[in-house]
């Protein structure tokens, strides 16, 4: 019961991040190496704005998701909208960009971990056994508020629309008026701040620091490439799936073991059905 | 004389539930140029490649001689000696024009690793580099040896397609749609070409769509629609042939 | 002929206008330029691997196994210790080749993280996270009339120059024959080189054999120098090193690469080094990525080349004006 809960809270993260991941890849047909990146620089606007300046926790989320989102746009600027002819120098570059953000953090802040203090130290005790800290409960909430408004977003309003069809099919997209090049950039806006939040509302349960980025990406390409690139249903079914393996298995057993246990279940897919388990579009 | 080259038995391929080709049967003889037709969508490119082993058939067989070939995978295919083209201009543009040809030596003169590692290859590659030379001027390509492929013209460059698979020696030359694009002086040439590769011996199996164009050049030409056969006979006989005429009248009109 | 003879002769003296640090940073430079040569090969079929680093990983820690576990000579466990990485690469070849292009990249990530996370998980006999120490040393050479010591960074920057320069020119005779010219067929049009007989399979797992086992003997050099290998010495940002220098100096040549690893060393080196600012190496790195992909996508080499053509036509130029 415990293990379910710490794997919700893993998932939720995790599903924020590999979600933004598959819209970026859907809709601009590049993958983002640097995506980790943008989750440790959501973790350390927190560092910056609540724990150095204090300022209110729900405040610098918001700063974090919108920080981040422009982040985005600008890497849809300098990198991947002069490279859209060239999927895999836009993945190249996308690996210099991490480098650039990974070694500005270490010089803006150090190698050393952060800590970052609760904003609330309450536990929801559901029974002896299983307890649920209300920070992690906050990152849940919170995943599950983000993904729902996509959804509403994706499914409801024109952008929405528009980001679908040119996600499926650009030419058709071209040709009913959709400007791909706004899609590209509100998609970029949106993949990058997911990822943002997911970084700043977990920043309080984990040791903040500038390599956070490295497993986050590890397990976000596991989620997309199990859940099948392209499908954002799939990227959420994978990671509660995966993170609830990867849990168990770290529970159990130990951490490597559950790492090595979920990259072997991303090349069994790869080898299979290289389009995922619940993937419906391949685009490479 | 004429032995049966190529037996091509109840073949079938579905694409999900849609049965592009259903129950083909037709022989190829040695030493004929046989071609294939029919309107679009009657499943000649899927034959096509069924019989060059880029798909499985779902049922049937392909027989070279008295073996089977279906389903082998394309290099297993053209290992047996069924070589083919390819629609457009698919060539290693980047490559000379030598250089295409000397990889479609590849089967003739097996690279050596061991003798690439020890720098004593040159016996291996003269004789391949002859070899290719030969076929370039066969094909009239000559002038063109150190050339890049892509910057031939079209009509060159479907030439050299050829080339690189008569490279190989093959018993039999599977060519798709080889006029397409082409003007009428390229047309001509290329007519000129295959009756040369006839007279050689080659047998030559074209997929065509437009029937006017190999009226003439063909000894026998079978007929799809549907994905089935529809008729097989001489030139004269498929061209006054009702149900033909129907078939391409009835979809697009492009028998004249 | 004159350039090659220059060439020897300032590869022979480098060492000994260098400090003894310099003289260690030269030896891994020459090691890695067999490093990104071998990454190389394997580009000309047209895949990318994000594994390459692993595979070098995989020569060193069987070399440091063989000797040190099992007595194997040194000579011998790196020959055997490259041998292995060619093995292993082979191993994977089979669920590698079922992918092309993007997932291939993926998967060769995902295979090389495993294999990574197995020397950190198994503390016998990998040594766990800190990997393996005291590796032994190259034995020394005793003429009698000379002795050669190898720890000496001089003599053993020597020994790996002559070992990476006869690993050029095998990868260059293989480039330059009838298998590299297949090599490039698979690259450009893999159906076409089907359709004339080539198994593609085969020739893909043979360049990713043939690179792996000179990443791995260059990875048996390393561990044998450096006397210690441990998991993060392979980690993907070791990779992304390599990827940068191959990226940054082309791939269509074999000399492409080599001056990218070259440049971007001396540059981390002597400029970096120098100027203090040893923490900003990635981001320097980094950016340099970003630019070159953005504004010279087809690397340094093509500078080179546009050099050359044009001194040529400044020297037909004189020679015209001359007449």
């Given at each position: 019961m415990q293990t379910g809960l710490n794997a919700l809270f893993a998932a939720a993260y995790l599903s924020l991040v590999a979600v933004g991941l598959v819209l970026i890849f859907g809709v601009m047909g590049v993958i983002n190496f640097a995506h980790g990146e943008l989750f440790m620089l959501g973790a350390y606007v927190v560092v910056a704005l609540y724990t150095n300046l204090q300022m209110p926790f729900v405040l610098v989320v918001a700063i974090g998701l919108i920080f981040v989102g422009l982040v985005g746009i600008l890497m849809e600027f300098?990198?991947?909208?002069?490279?859209?002819?060239?999927?895999?120098?836009?993945?190249?570059?996308?690996?210099?960009?991490?480098?650039?953000?990974?070694?500005?953090?270490?010089?803006?802040?150090?190698?050393?971990?952060?800590?970052?203090?609760?904003?609330?130290?309450?536990?929801?005790?559901?029974?002896?056994?299983?307890?649920?800290?209300?920070?992690?409960?906050?990152?849940?909430?919170?995943?599950?508020?983000?993904?729902?408004?996509?959804?509403?977003?994706l499914k409801k309003t024109k952008f929405g629309w528009a980001l679908r069809a040119s996600a499926q099919d650009p030419e058709a997209a071209m040709l009913q008026g959709i400007s791909t090049r706004t899609v590209s950039i509100i998609a970029m806006f949106i993949g990058a701040a997911l990822a943002g939040v997911a970084g700043s509302v977990t920043a309080p349960v984990i040791s903040v620091s500038p390599v956070i980025?490295?497993?986050?990406?590890?397990?976000?390409?596991?989620?997309?490439?199990?859940?099948?690139?392209?499908?954002?249903?799939?990227?959420?079914?994978?990671?509660?799936?995966?993170?609830?393996?990867?849990?168990?298995?770290?529970?159990?057993?130990?951490?490597?073991?559950?790492?090595?246990?979920?990259?072997?279940?991303?090349?069994?897919?790869?080898?299979?059905?290289?389009?995922?388990?619940?993937?419906?579009?391949?685009r490479v | 004389m004429e032995s049966k080259i190529l037996k091509v038995n109840d073949l079938g391929k579905q694409f999900g539930g849609i049965k592009a080709v259903n129950g083909l049967s037709f022989v190829v003889k040695e030493g004929h140029i046989h071609g294939l037709i029919g309107p679009n969508g009657a499943g000649k490119t899927t034959t096509f490649n069924l019989i060059s082993g880029f798909y499985k058939p779902s049922q049937g067989s392909v027989r070279l001689f008295d073996e089977e070939i279906s389903g082998l995978g394309m290099y297993r295919v053209a290992r047996k000696g069924v070589i083919r083209t390819f629609q457009h201009s698919t060539l290693f543009a980047e490559m000379s024009v030598l250089e295409n040809v000397l990889v479609g030596t590849h089967m003739m003169f097996k690279p050596n690793f061991l003798a690439a590692l020890i720098g004593n290859e040159r016996a291996i590659r003269d004789q391949a580099i002859k070899r290719s030379r030969e076929v370039l001027e066969f094909f009239g390509l000559e002038s063109f040896t150190s050339n890049l492929?892509?910057?031939?013209?079209?009509?060159?460059?479907?030439?050299?397609?050829?080339?690189?698979?008569?490279?190989?020696?093959?018993?039999?030359?599977?060519?798709?749609?080889?006029?397409?694009?082409?003007?009428?002086?390229?047309?001509?040439?290329?007519?000129?070409?295959?009756?040369?590769?006839?007279?050689?011996?080659?047998?030559?199996?074209?997929?065509?769509?437009?029937?006017?164009?190999?009226?003439?050049?063909?000894?026998?030409?079978?007929?799809?629609?549907?994905?089935?056969?529809?008729?097989?006979?001489?030139?004269?006989?498929?061209?006054?042939?009702?149900?033909?005429?129907?078939?391409?009248?009835?979809?697009?009109?492009?028998?004249? | 002929m004159a350039f090659i003879g220059l060439l020897t002769l300032v590869l022979i003296a480098l060492p000994h206008g260098l400090s003894y640090s310099q003289r260690e940073i030269l030896v891994v430079l020459t090691i890695n330029i067999l490093v990104v040569s071998s990454y190389r090969l394997l580009t000309l079929t047209g895949e990318w691997s994000l594994g390459h680093v692993v595979m070098m990983g995989v020569g060193a820690y069987a070399s440091a196994l063989y000797s040190k576990e099992w007595g194997v000579p040194v000579p011998i466990s790196m020959i055997i210790g490259a041998l292995t990485a060619g093995l292993v690469a082979w191993g994977l070849s089979f669920p590698l080749f079922r992918m092309k292009g993007f997932y291939f990249l993926i998967g060769s990530f995902a295979?090389?993280?495993?294999?990574?996370?197995?020397?950190?998980?198994?503390?016998?006999?990998?040594g766990g996270p800190k990997g393996i120490k005291r590796i032994d040393p190259f034995p020394d050479i005793d003429l009698g009339f000379i002795r050669i010591d190898f720890f000496d960074p001089v003599n053993y920057y020597y020994f790996t120059l002559i070992i990476v320069v006869l690993c050029l020119?095998?990868?260059?005779?293989?480039?330059?024959?009838?298998?590299?010219?297949?090599?490039?067929?698979?690259?450009?049009?893999?159906?076409?080189?089907?359709?004339?007989?080539?198994?593609?399979?085969?020739?893909?797992?043979?360049?990713?054999?043939?690179?792996?086992?000179?990443?791995?003997?260059?990875?048996?050099?390393?561990?044998?120098?450096?006397?210690?290998?441990?998991?993060?010495?392979?980690?993907?940002?070791?990779?992304?090193?390599?990827?940068?220098?191959?990226?940054?100096?082309?791939?269509?040549?074999?000399?492409?690469?080599?001056?990218?690893?070259?440049?971007?060393t001396a540059l981390n080196e002597i400029v970096l080094r120098?100027?203090?600012?040893?923490?900003?190496?990635?981001?320097i790195y980094g950016l340099i990525l970003i630019v070159s992909v953005l504004f010279m996508p087809k690397g340094l080499e093509d500078v080179v080349k546009r050099g050359v053509a044009w001194a040529q036509l400044q020297i037909v130029k004189e020679r015209t004006n001359g007449v």
């Open positions: 300098t990198m991947f909208h002069p490279l859209r002819d060239n999927p895999l120098g836009g993945l190249v570059a996308s690996i210099g960009f991490l480098m650039v953000i990974q070694a500005s953090i270490t010089i803006g802040f150090g190698v050393r971990m952060e800590h970052v203090p609760p904003v609330t130290q309450d536990v929801i005790i559901l029974s002896e056994k299983v307890r649920l800290p209300v920070q992690r409960l906050f990152v849940i909430l919170s995943a599950f508020v983000c993904l729902t408004a996509l959804w509403l977003f980025g490295h497993s986050v990406i590890v397990s976000a390409f596991i989620v997309i490439i199990v859940g099948g690139i392209g499908s954002l249903e799939g990227a959420v079914l994978a990671s509660v799936t995966y993170a609830f393996i990867h849990t168990v298995i770290t529970t159990f057993i130990d951490g490597v073991i559950a790492d090595i246990v979920g990259l072997s279940l991303m090349l069994l897919v790869l080898i299979i059905k290289p389009t995922g388990m619940f993937g419906t579009q391949d | 492929a892509g910057e031939l013209s079209h009509g060159h460059q479907r030439t050299l397609g050829m080339a690189v698979a008569m490279a190989s020696n093959p018993k039999i030359l599977l060519l798709d749609e080889p006029f397409t694009g082409m003007n009428p002086e390229e047309t001509q040439s290329m007519m000129g070409l295959m009756a040369k590769l006839r007279d050689s011996g080659m047998t030559l199996l074209l997929v065509e769509h437009d029937m006017t164009a190999i009226m003439g050049l063909c000894d026998r030409i079978t007929v799809m629609n549907f994905g089935k056969l529809l008729t097989e006979g001489k030139p004269l006989e498929i061209r006054n042939h009702p149900d033909v005429i129907e078939a391409y009248l009835g979809t697009r009109n492009h028998a004249t | 295979a090389g993280e495993i294999i990574r996370l197995l020397w950190k998980r198994f503390r016998d006999p990998f020119v095998i990868l260059w005779r293989i480039e330059k024959s009838l298998i590299g010219l297949t090599f490039h067929a698979v690259h450009w049009q893999d159906k076409l080189a089907e359709s004339a007989g080539v198994n593609v399979r085969d020739y893909r797992t043979l360049a990713l054999v043939i690179s792996s086992t000179f990443a791995g003997l260059a990875g048996t050099l390393l561990a044998h120098y450096i006397g210690t290998v441990n998991p993060n010495g392979f980690d993907i940002e070791q990779m992304v090193f390599v990827l940068t220098w191959a990226i940054v100096g082309g791939t269509t040549t074999l000399y492409g690469p080599i001056i990218g690893c070259i440049t971007l120098e100027l203090g600012l040893e923490q900003g190496r990635p981001l």
